[in-house]
């Protein structure tokens, strides 16, 4: 009898442990935290606000999803501002500008894979 019991015991915490911590995906509030942090770390703030003023690129909240003029390679063009746009926009600026911005420049910084998914999941949430 005493066998059985552990055995139930061994058991209900094998299947506890499974529960938890399989696939875990950042939720909102971690993706929130840490964007910000990640967004005043690299003074992304000093050009984009997120209550859409104009500082000195486009305000970043409701960008998700929209339809916007482009440019690439000197053509114009409609985008829509999904994942793997905002990520390209953040990872490698030069590649197509805003069409109402193209005289300014955004910077280049060097982040991680990670930092730059966490700053378009940051963005995306703002507004979801
Ligand atoms: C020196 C000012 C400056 C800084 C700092 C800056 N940006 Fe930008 N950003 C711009 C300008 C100007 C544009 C528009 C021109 C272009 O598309 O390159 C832009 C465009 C963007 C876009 C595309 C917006 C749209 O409406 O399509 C995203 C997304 C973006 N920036 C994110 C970021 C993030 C995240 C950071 C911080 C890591 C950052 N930017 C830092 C100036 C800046």
Known sequence: MIKI???LIVLFLFLLGCS?????KPDKAEVLKKGAELY???GCAVCHSLEGKEIYGPPLNEIYMKK???IRNGKELEVIADR???KK???NPRYEKV??????EMPISNFSEEEAEMLVEYIIALQE
């Not at 938890?20 to 875990?24: F, L, Q, T, V």
């Not at 069409?99 to 300014?104: A, D, W």
């Open 5 to 7: 019991n552990c055995l």
């Open 20 to 24: 938890g911590e399989s696939k875990r």
């Open 40 to 42: 005043a770390k690299y």
């Open 68 to 70: 916007l003029k482009v």
């Open 84 to 86: 793997k746009y905002l």
């Open 89 to 91: 926009s953040i990872t």
């Open 99 to 104: 069409l109402e911005y193209q005289n300014k």
